[in-house]
């Protein structure tokens, strides 16, 4: 599989924020470190592995984190952001305030 470049995956994010309506978090150090984190997860598992979480071994064990992960809806809708704090509700990021740690919907559900 070719492998993703910085390039390559700031265009995906920017691509799944369009699509859904959600903003990215605009501490763009913060954001470029989540985008690495996706690369290097592309790059070592051959999917894009949420880069909060860790693996669990296989494609088919991961798809729930698979980046946008199944909860980020729930907790963009809720929270404001997603788990990571990657995507935020574009209500949220106008408001200026600042992402918190939420609880991680995956743990909660296994
Ligand atoms: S929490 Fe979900 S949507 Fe946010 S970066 Fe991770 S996988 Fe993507």
């Known amino acids: 599989m070719a492998e993703k470049s910085i390039q390559d995956s700031a265009k995906f994010v920017a691509m799944v924020a ?3 309506g959600w903003t990215l978090n605009p501490d763009s ?10 690369m290097v997860n592309f790059n070592r598992y051959g999917y894009y592995l949420c880069p909060c979480r860790d693996t669990e071994g296989s494609r088919e064990a991961d798809i729930d984190v698979l980046c946008p992960c199944k909860y980020a809806w729930d907790d963009v ?8 704090a990657l995507y935020l509700r574009p209500d949220f990021a106008e408001s200026g305030q600042q992402p918190s740690g939420i609880p991680d919907k995956r743990i909660q559900n296994t």
């Open 77 to 84: 809708a809720q929270a404001g952001h997603c788990f990571c």
């Open 18 to 20: 369009k699509k859904q």
């Open 29 to 38: 150090e913060f954001t470029d470190s989540l985008v690495e984190g996706l």
